[in-house]
């Protein structure tokens, strides 16, 4: 009589192949972005997002360029007018004082004036502007003089404030839309097709929603990212280096502060997704979420002039992404401020993703109607 030795041999190596917890929320992670990058709407439509930001960087700078064309109009004093004789690029009108010369630049007529510097400073003379010096004037003077501004409050440009309050705004509401719907159809059709049964009869439930908000995550930075690097080489390049050193920061601050308000949202949009079985059901629970997302770009369309309502969404989870960068743009904001409020935010991240998991984890396999949220958090 003879016995098989190798009866007893799957079973262990079937345990083995198991994936860790880590193993499995990399494999999602990886299956999400993978799906992403094979869909050509997905590759067409953050190839466009990204061209038509380089496209708005290049006619930016074009337009400066364009506007600096008839020479920037100053007012110069009789004191003043050999400061500029022969220099090209201006367009010069000689006041008879520098009281005169003042006034046409409270008016309109001139964007800056020359005149006799009293203060008995190291050079004869200063530039007088509203609020802010032209950015082609003083590289033309021999000297560096002192710049008086007659409005400092007004400093940044209300143009510029309101594309600059646009740009953050925009990028923000139509990333957080985009994926975050995104991740709520995904739920619901692997709840419709039950490919979810299968897949957390392999994997933990939480590394599958982990792997799904790494994934999106990821993909969502990637478009910010390449956003970022874009509008800092096409602004160094088109020559437009003083809203470059103006923006740099800010730039860096919204990168960081949307990571973990996006991370925020993806966990509540999965949540959202998995308290429902069929996609025509699906608006029920994300719109909700979707005002959230709205709140921040309308706000900071219409009232980015307003400091009071500006500093309260820099410390309002879902709009300090948009808020905070926007105030740091403008200099309203002190240096420690971004600090309280990514503090705020984190800690409110960390809450939503404990919340997402507990909804998603109660609901994935609850078929039939929609779950009602008093239900979804029961244990």
Known sequence: MSTSPTTTARP?????????????????TE????SKLRSKSFVISSAILLLLALASVIW???????????????????????EVSGLNGLDVTVADS?????????????DAALVPDSSGGAFSYKVVADDGAPSGLLPLLSESPTVELLDPAGAVDNAMRTIVAFGFGIVFFMAAITFGATISQSVVEEKQTRVVEILISAIPVRALLAGKVIGNTVLAMGQIIGLVVIAIVGLSITGQSELLSGLGGPLVWFAVFFFFGFVLL?????????MVSRQEDIGATTTPLMLLVM????????FNDNPIVLAVM???????????????YLGDAQWYEP????????????????????????????????????EALKN
């Not at 262990?12 to 994936?19: E, F, K, L």
């Not at 921040?296 to 219409?302: A, H, M, T």
């Not at 820099?314 to 740091?328: D, I, K």
């Open 12 to 28: 262990t190596a079937s345990r083995r192949s198991a994936p860790s917890e880590l193993q499995s929320v990399w494999l999602v």
């Open 31 to 34: 299956r999400e972005i993978g």
């Open 60 to 82: 930016g700078g074009i337009a400066a360029n364009t506007a600096g064309d008839d020479g920037i109009p100053i007012a110069v004093t009789s004191e003043t007018q050999t």
């Open 98 to 110: 520098a009281d005169a010369a003042t006034a046409l630049v409270q008016d309109g007529t001139v």
């Open 266 to 274: 993806a966990a509540l949009f999965a949540a959202a997704g998995a």
């Open 295 to 302: 709140a921040p770009y309308f706000l900071v369309i219409f």
């Open 314 to 328: 820099s410390y309002v989870p879902f709009s300090a992404p948009v808020g905070m960068p926007l105030r740091l």
């Open 339 to 374: 600090l309280l409020s990514l503090v705020i935010l984190v800690v409110t991240c960390i809450g939503a993703i404990l919340l997402g998991a507990r909804i998603y984890q109660n609901t994935l396999l609850r078929m039939g109607a929609r779950v009602k949220l008093a």
